[in-house]
């Protein structure tokens, strides 16, 4: 699975978009793209999933770049709550597969009031 | 759906002693994984399951762990005997897509 980086921290004012980068310069065309936050002493959480197109859900917005090096996870109006460690991960295949996550540094997003 | 549920939430025990870690998965799952988190290592997988079979069990750290998947609803990961570097947060997540975590088993070995 393709390697991603990260910035080590950010900050967000509360109510304002976080704009979460990740670099993944060595992807291969069957890697998806993956979002999942770990709030603290609780287990890591899904957030959502990508492959080219750009995605959204409920939680946040996944923005993949053309040439799929790099990406965007983006919460619009972020809230205290949204205060986590953002991992990026790459992985071979689509949702189905059973293939294991391998979690990098991640970002550690703080919500300021 | 009650989501990925483990037990203990919070173990102490003492150097030597056996731990065991318990998970049930999300129902209709067909995979499992067990990770561990560290500061110094963040999150690693341990071993996963698919069908209830092991499929990679490549970053269990040594013999003294051991994991099984008797059936689709419950999977064990065993430490025998402790040590104190095996003071961590262990973590089991279940897929039929997407990977869902539990809340994780905080072990301390004194």
């Known amino acids: 699975d393709a390697k991603t980086t990260q910035p080590p921290s950010m900050d967000c004012a509360e109510g304002r978009a976080a704009n979460l980068p990740c670099n993944h310069s060595?992807?291969?065309?069957?890697?998806?793209v993956y979002w999942y936050r770990q709030i603290h002493s609780q287990g890591p959480q899904y957030i959502i999933h990508?492959?080219?197109n750009n995605e959204t859900n409920e939680m946040a917005s996944l923005i993949i770049t053309e040439d799929r090096k790099s990406s965007t996870l983006i919460l619009p109006h972020a809230t205290l709550r949204d205060t986590a460690v953002y991992y990026c991960?790459?992985?071979?295949?689509?949702?189905?597969?059973?293939?294991?996550?391998?979690f990098g540094s991640g970002t550690q997003l703080t919500v300021l009031p | 759906d009650a989501g990925v549920i483990q037990s203990p939430r919070h173990e102490v025990t003492e150097m030597g002693q056996e731990v065991t870690l318990r998970c049930k998965p999300i129902s209709g799952h067909n995979s499992l994984f067990w990770y561990r988190q560290t500061m110094m290592r963040g999150l690693e997988l341990l071993i996963y399951f698919n069908n209830n079979v092991p499929i990679d069990d490549s970053g269990m750290p040594e013999d003294r762990f051991s994991a099984k998947m008797p059936n689709a609803s419950f999977s064990t990961l065993k430490i025998q005997p402790s040590e104190p570097r095996d003071s961590a947060v262990y973590f089991c997540?279940?897929?039929?897509?997407?990977?869902?975590f539990g809340e994780g088993s905080w072990l301390t070995v004194v």
């Open positions: 060595t992807i291969s065309g069957n890697e998806y």
């Open positions: 991960i790459v992985r071979v295949g689509n949702p189905g597969s059973a293939r294991q996550l391998t």
């Open positions: 997540a279940s897929s039929l897509g997407s990977i869902y």
């Open positions: 990508g492959l080219k």
